[in-house]
Structures are given as structure tokens and as C-alpha cells.
């Protein structure tokens, strides 16, 4: 029997694939290179947690502590979570969602997979045999005065944003550029927007941290004074520009898994999405809002009170539209024909566990709480619901959904539920435990604790075992699905979106012609 062509045996070859400009696999390519660096950044967080199961030193020292931790954290934003869905799904699935046959710039696209990959290889080195213990965020003055690797590793970080940039700018234009006739912009999935507000903060809050990581190289080497308060600088400037990226850089990570939640939401309920242009436009007042909300991480500072009041006001205001989302997504699955498999799974763990992330996020928006819960393991919590609840819990949501698609097999459905069970349930055990203990007083990033918190760091470590366990089943199960799983048809959920009209997998060309769109997504009979 004659195998269909495919974007899988188009052509072969290990060149083929890393000289490919198609985005299929691109995102491939992606998929492989985020998947590692999530089981290496996912080991250390466990290597951490362990070290945490008793108040006094285990098996590291403070000093490897805080490397340990320093990789565990800029692996998982730089590396995992902020490329993760539009890198691997986005580049995939976004062309055959809009009726393209390519995104705009196909060789940008391979380009921006090798920044990748170039830059992340020198930030690894520099943690791994530089031993960089500044954490993720390289608050200055101390990365301006610790080891030499810093620099190698800031410098990693620069190169990877012009992947984040590269992949913005081609999505925006693939967008604008490359419907399907008759698809406006009324008409495209709710993903695209997803992307599309997302790629908005990419192009434009990317080049303020590309910047700021320059200046701080430089004043490392040359001794300039913008950071370094020692020599006429200030070291609180640093964490305004720093700011100003990464706080919309958490919706740079959120907005795409929200698109997926839209999809998998309306595909397992069987039911038109409720208010879809509420939840595309609540997407770009979220990108809007998040330019103008970074002062919040300041507000133990020193800034003014008025300026304080004012961001505190802003980032109460960022809710509105992340509540809208959370309404038509629940609104969509009222008196819905509810399917309970493995992606639906998936995005039901992540309504629950970012609504807990969002609402613990009003008490750090309000200066009185902020104060006092600033800088401890209240904000860890808070930040793994939001990043791990909310944007890898979408992620594996949307694996599974288009896993049948990308590889022409169907997954294990029992192990794929499985999985989202023990991740949901570790998640909680790992992570509830630190709000109490950070509203008790614990300061985050501590090797060293007082015993009185043992018990819940107890409670966390046991459950990041569970949570562990949960995402390597998922990874097992979504690899495994490449060669022993079984065939899959064409529409194996019933969505309505063009992905599903092209073959399992899709032709190097996604489609043969061209399709006319002539109706609205999401209309189910």
C-alpha cells in the first residue's frame, strides 16, 4: 500500500529537516528542542524542591542552591514557557488554521528557530560551567558584580529574543497578509488572535529587554553607570526596563494558551463559542493593558505613592478582560454536550488553576497587601498558577488536541487522562502550601528555613513528585503517539476549523487549492 505524501516524508534526511523552511516542521523542530529543555529546567525545579524537603542542608550547598535554581528558572522562561505554544503549535497549526500554505516568511521562521537554539545553548553553558547564581530576573547591582559567565548568559538571552521578535513579525503579517478568501478577520479562530495579541507585545516589549540586557553587558565591561549605583547609576532603572518587558511577557506566555482554551472549549462542548468577539477583542485589550501595568513589581521600591496608586489601579483593570475569557468559556460549556477527553481535561485544569492564579494576583496588585507578601513564597505560588497552571496546562491541552493532526496518530486516551489527573492534583498539593507558608512570612528563594515551615515544604516536595510524574506520562504518551499510535482520521474531535479539512498528516503544500471560507468558526450542528 502506497504511503500519501506528507510534510513528514516529503523529503528525508537529517538536512532536510534543518534546512526545512516549511512550518510544519519548524514547529517540529521546536517541539524537540522545548520538550528538552523543559525536562532539564523541570529536574532542576525537582532538584530544588528536594533540597527544601528538610530546614537544613540536604545535599546542596547554598551556593549550588541558587545555581540550581538560577538554570531551573531562566530554562523554564526563556527556553520553555515564553516560545512553547507559539513556536511549536503556533507555527504549526496557525497557516492551515487561516487556509495559508506557509507562513509569510518562511526562512525568518528557520532563522528564528536557530536564534533559538543558539542562544539558549549559551545560556545553558554559562549556568552549567559558570555557575550564574543571580536567578532569572539578573537584578543588578549583584549581576553586575558576580562571575564573568553573566555575560554570557545576558548575552544568550539577547540572542534568543530575536527568535521571540522573528516569530512576532511573521505571525503578524501571515495574519494580515495570508486568509483564506472570505475569511476576515470576523472570521479567523480565536488562536489566531491569540497569537496575533501576543506577537503585538513580542515585536514591541522584546527590543526594550534587548536593550537593557546591552546596557548591562556594557556595564559590566566598560564600567558606564547606567545600573551600577557605586559609579553615578541606578540600579532600580534596571528593574523599570526589566519590568516593562516582563510583565507583558506573561501574556506573551498567556495569550496563546487562552487561544488553545478557546478552541478545545467549543471543539468537547459541541457548542458555538459564547461571545467571540468579546474573548478576540478582550485578547488585544490584554496585550494593550500589559504595556502599562510593570510598576506593580516596584512597589516596594521606593516609588511614589500617587505612581504606586495609579499601576495598582492598572493592574486591577488587566482583570477585566482576563474575566470575560474565564465567563465565555463557562458560558460556552453550560448545558454543552461535554466530552471529557485528555485536551478537555487539560483546559478545565487550567480554567481552575489560572483562575486561582488571577485571583491571587489582586492582593499583589494592591500596595497594603503587596507590602507584605512581597518577596515570599505567596509570590511563587501565585507565579507558578499563572505560568505552570495556567500556560502549560494549555500547552499540553493543545498537544493533545492537535497531536492527531501533526503526527496522522491517535494517542493512548487512558494514559493521556491519567496524566492530566496526577498534573492536576500535584500541581495543588506542590503549590497551595505556599500560599499559607507565604502569608506566614516565608521569603522565597531561601536554602535555609525556619522548621515551624516544615511541614509545608514537606507537603510541596511530595507534591511536586506527583505533578513530575503527571508531565512525564503526557511526554511519553505524545512521543509514543509518533510511531505505535494508531491512525487517525482526518477530524477526529469534530472541530469546525480548516486544520481539520486537510489530511492526517498535512501535505507539504497543506492544501491543494486554496479554500473559500464561507462561514464563521465554531457552528456546530
Known sequence: MEVESNYLNHEKGLKSWLCSVDHKRIGILYFIAVMTFFLVGGLFGLLVRLELLTPTRLFMSS????????????VMIFMVIIPGIPAVLGNFVLPLMIGAKDV??????????????????LAVLAIVLGGVDTGWTFYTPYSIRSMEAVTVILFGA?????????????????????RAPGMTMMHMPLFGWALYAAAIIQIIATPVLAITLLLLIAERLFGVGI????IGGDPILFQHFFWFYSHPAVYIMILPAMGIISEVVSTFSRKTIFGYKAIAFSSVAISAISFFVWGHHLFVSGQSELAGAIFSILTVLVGVPTAIKL???????????????????Y???????????????????????????????FVVAH?????????????FSGMFYWMPKITGKMYNELWGRVSAVLAFLGFNVTFIPQFIMGSQGMPRRYHL???????????????SWILGLGIVIAMIVLIKSFKKGSVAPVNPWGGTTLEWTTPSPPPHDNFAQIPTVTSRPYEYN
Open 158 to 178: 539577547f540572542i534568543m529574543g530575536f527568535s521571540s521578535i522573528l516569530t512576532g513579525l511573521n505571525f503578524i503579517v501571515t495574519i494580515h497578509q495570508l
Open 347 to 377: 483546559a478545565i485544569a487550567f480554567i481552575g488553576l489560572f483562575l486561582i492564579g488571577g485571583l491571587t494576583g489582586l492582593f499583589l496588585a494592591s500596595m497594603a497587601t503587596d507590602v507584605q507578601l512581597h518577596d515570599t513564597y
Open 383 to 395: 507565579f507558578h498558577y499563572t505560568m505552570v497552571g495556567g500556560v502549560v496546562m494549555g500547552m
Open 449 to 463: 528555613y525556619d522548621p515551624k515551615f516544615h511541614a509545608y515544604h514537606l507537603t510541596s516536595t511530595i507534591g
Open 227 to 230: 545600573f551600577d549605583a557605586s
Open 63 to 74: 551556593d549550588l542552591y541558587n545555581k540550581a535554581m538560577t538554570l531551573h528558572g531562566s
Open 104 to 121: 509569510a516568511f518562511p526562512r525568518l521562521n528557520l532563522l528564528s528557530w536557530y536564534f533559538l537554539m543558539f542562544g539558549a545553548t
Open 327 to 345: 465567563f465565555n468559556w463557562v458560558a460556552t460549556m453550560y448545558q454543552g454536550s461535554i466530552k471529557l477527553d485528555t485536551p478537555m481535561l
